[in-house]
């Protein structure tokens, strides 16, 4: 069999380091290259034609997605597995619409990683089992993914993390704490947050987000 070529995309270079330091462990595997952000990474991809590669969602110059949709046209054979510390459904749903073949988050061990490599090479759909169920979901109609991709939009991606930890149950402290950002831009926010989905109260926003499995 010949060996799996593998390239590598996160915006993080000690993460990327320690996945080509894990992925290499395996003989079967070949990293064939590595980028940070998504206008290095398209033409990385383009250059190698590697069999899969390894994608992070959040990263300068439009994410993940953003990858997938530059590269597909060109190079529709290679395939896509989203790794991602996010399980928000928004991020699992918007990088499979993209192209993106599987998706797992970075608790994922090495040899776990290496088999979803390989799976999805050979045109399986890998995702961790709580995201399954969101695809699944969206797919059969549960989720609105039109409607939250359309509300989303309102959203800056500043007001986007502020909403999620608001709905987690963090305090307004917590939150700045979190977002190395002052408690009062956090009210700022929260507002802004309330008046684009027109709602009414933190409670009303907690529920927003989880009928759409946000949080």
């Given at each position: 069999m010949s060996p799996l070529h593998v390239l590598v995309v996160d915006d993080h270079a000690m993460f990327r380091t320690g996945v080509r330091a894990e992925l290499q462990k395996d003989p079967g595997v070949v990293v064939v290259g590595e980028a940070e952000d998504v206008d290095t990474a398209v033409p990385a991809v383009l250059a190698a034609r590697p069999d899969v590669v390894l994608l992070d969602v959040h990263m300068p110059g439009g994410g993940g997605a953003e990858v997938i949709r530059r590269v597909l046209p060109q190079a529709p054979e290679v395939r896509f597995l989203a790794l991602s510390v996010s399980d928000a459904a928004e991020d699992v749903i918007g990088v499979i619409r993209a192209g993106a073949r599987g998706y797992v988050t970075k608790t994922i061990s090495g040899a776990e990683l290496v088999d979803a490599l390989h799976r999805v090479a050979?045109?399986?759909?890998?995702?961790?089992?709580?995201?399954?169920?969101?695809?699944?979901?969206?797919?059969?109609?549960?989720?609105?993914?039109?409607?939250?991709?359309?509300?989303l939009d309102r959203l800056t991606e500043r007001e986007r993390e502020v909403m999620r930890l608001i709905a987690r149950g963090?305090?307004?402290?917590?939150?700045?704490?979190?977002?190395?950002?002052?408690?009062?831009?956090?009210?700022?926010?929260?507002?802004?947050?309330?008046?684009?989905?027109?709602?009414?109260?933190?409670?009303?926003?907690?529920?927003?987000a989880s009928d759409r499995r946000l949080i």
């Open positions: 050979s045109g399986d759909a890998v995702f961790s089992p709580r995201l399954a169920g969101f695809v699944l979901d969206a797919f059969a109609g549960t989720i609105e993914v039109a409607q939250v991709d359309e509300d963090y305090a307004y402290k917590e939150v700045a704490k979190e977002l190395f950002i002052s408690v009062k831009t956090v009210e700022t926010h929260v507002s802004s947050v309330l008046r684009k989905l027109q709602l009414s109260s933190r409670h009303e926003l907690t529920k927003w």
